[in-house]
C-alpha cells in the first residue's frame, strides 16, 4: 500500500453516486409499493451498501483500513431511474472516495438482485464520484511572483566546516517541491547574537519567509527560540503546537522540541529542529497550509 505515514489527519469527506434503470413503471410501482417478493429494496440495499463502505479495504487491495466515522445512503426516484446517493465522512489520513463508490456499486448491485425476478432488463447506469474533500487537495495555497523566502542554518560544526550540511539542504529541497524557491541560504553558529543579526538583515530586505534549521533542542548551545523569540512582534503558538503533536505520533521525543514561529513586522519566521527528520515532520505537517498566513495579512502569499 501507498505509504501514509507522512500525512495530516484531517476532515475527509467523499459523494458518489450511481443509478439504476427499470425497463417499466410497473418495476417502479413494486418498489414504492414495498411489493417487492424479496422485500423492501431500499432497506436492503442500503444496509448492503453500508457493509460494502466498511469493508472496502478487505476486498480493494491498496485501500486503507480508516474508521468511518459517518454514511448515509439516500435514494430518489426519477421517471424510471433509480438515483442512489452515498456520503462517507472521516477524520484520517487519507480520503474516503473509493468507499463512497464501493458502497454505491453495492447498493446498486443489490437493487439489480432484487430486482431482476419481477424485470429482466434492469441496467446499472453508472458510478460515480460527484465530490470529494479533506486534505491537502483542498488547501493549496500558492505564492506570488516576488515572495521572498531564506533558509538559514544554525549549527557551530557546520558553521566551522566540521560537518557537512544536511538538514538545510534537504529544507531547501522540500520548499522547491512546494513551489517555494528560496533566494537565500547561510549557515550561522549557534551565538545569539548572529542569528537575531541575521533575522534582522532578512527582515531588513523585505524577506517574507524565513526558515531556521536547528538549535531548538535542549543543549547548552541550543539558543535559537531565545535568539528568535524576542524579535517576534506576533507569536504564533499553534504553529509550533501542530508540529509537536504530529512529531509526538512518531518519535516521543518531538516534545523536547522548542521552536516557535510568529511575525518580525511582516516577516514569518519558522524555527525548525535540526536533524533531517525533523525537518522533513516539520515540513510535512505546516506546508502548504502555513501560506495562508500571508493571505490572512495580505502579504505575499496568494
Keep these: ?23 417499466s413503471e410497473e418495476t417502479i410501482q413494486a418498489i414504492v409499493a414495498r411489493r417487492v417478493p424479496k422485500g423492501d429494496v ?3 440495499s442500503r444496509a448492503a451498501g453500508l457493509l460494502a463502505i466498511k469493508k472496502t479495504s478487505d476486498v480493494v487491495p491498496d485501500c486503507h483500513p480508516l474508521p468511518i466515522e459517518y454514511a448515509a445512503i439516500t435514494y430518489g426516484v426519477e421517471g424510471l431511474r433509480i438515483n442512489i446517493r452515498v456520503e462517507v465522512q472521516t477524520i484520517y489520513k487519507t480520503g474516503v472516495e473509493v468507499e463512497a463508490m464501493h458502497g454505491a456499486m453495492i447498493a446498486a448491485l443489490t437493487l439489480y438482485d432484487m430486482l431482476k425476478p419481477i424485470d429482466k432488463h434492469l441496467e446499472i447506469n453508472s458510478v460515480k464520484l460527484e465530490s470529494k474533500k479533506g486534505g491537502k487537495s483542498d488547501n493549496k495555497p500558492t505564492v506570488v511572483p516576488g515572495f521572498k523566502c531564506a533558509v538559514v542554518v544554525c549549527s557551530d560544526r557546520v558553521s566551522a566546516g566540521i560537518q557537512a ?3 538545510g539542504r534537504l529544507l531547501v529541497d522540500m520548499l522547491e517541491q512546494r513551489g517555494i524557491n528560496p533566494n537565500e541560504f547561510t549557515i550561522v553558529p549557534d551565538e545569539v547574537a548572529k542569528i537575531q543579526e541575521k ?21 547548552i548551545r541550543d539558543v535559537t527560540p531565545e535568539a528568535i523569540k524576542p524579535l517576534l512582534d506576533q507569536e504564533i503558538l499553534g504553529v509550533m503546537e501542530a508540529a509537536r503533536a504530529y512529531g509526538q505520533q512518531r518519535t516521543p521525543m518531538a516534545m523536547l522540541s522548542r521552536g516557535v514561529a510568529g511575525f518580525m ?22 506546508f502548504p497550509a502555513i501560506l495562508h498566513v500571508f493571505n490572512i495579512r495580505g502579504g505575499a502569499g496568494h
Design 42 to 44: 431500499f432497506e436492503f
Design 1 to 23: 500500500m501507498v505509504d501514509i505515514t507522512h500525512k495530516t489527519v484531517t476532515l475527509r469527506q467523499a459523494v458518489a453516486l450511481a443509478s439504476v434503470e427499470a425497463s
Design 165 to 167: 550540511d544536511v538538514s
Design 199 to 219: 533575522a534582522k538583515a532578512l527582515h531588513g530586505q523585505g524577506y517574507d519567509l524565513v526558515l531556521f534549521s536547528g538549535g531548538t533542542g535542549l543543549s
Design 265 to 286: 513586522g511582516n516577516t514569518l519566521i519558522i524555527t525548525l529542529p535540526g536533524s533531517p527528520n525533523g525537518v522533513r515532520e516539520t515540513m510535512d505537517v505546516l
